[in-house]
């Protein structure tokens, strides 16, 4: 799941397992996935990802470990 970045954030491309969008060459789009408890919450972790010819470019450097991000 995810979007297009642009002038706003949430633009086209839209990102899902239906889309048939091909993603053109130094777009960025915002790739979203989510984990949500039942009865708890959820969070998205989002990462920027540049498409390039050979693949894409992930722009983000957050941690992804859960031990990384957990507050203590």
């Known amino acids: 799941m995810g979007h297009g970045v642009g002038a706003i ?4 491309s839209n990102l ?4 048939s969008d091909i993603l053109p060459t130094n777009c960025v789009i915002m790739v979203e996935p989510g984990f949500c408890l039942k009865g708890f919450g959820g969070v998205r972790i989002e990462d920027m990802v540049l498409i390039t010819k050979k693949g894409c470019l992930n722009l ?3 941690p992804k470990n859960v031990n990384d991000i957990i507050l203590k």
């Open 16 to 19: 899902k397992p239906q889309s």
């Open 60 to 62: 983000m450097e957050a």
């Open 9 to 12: 954030i949430h633009e086209w």
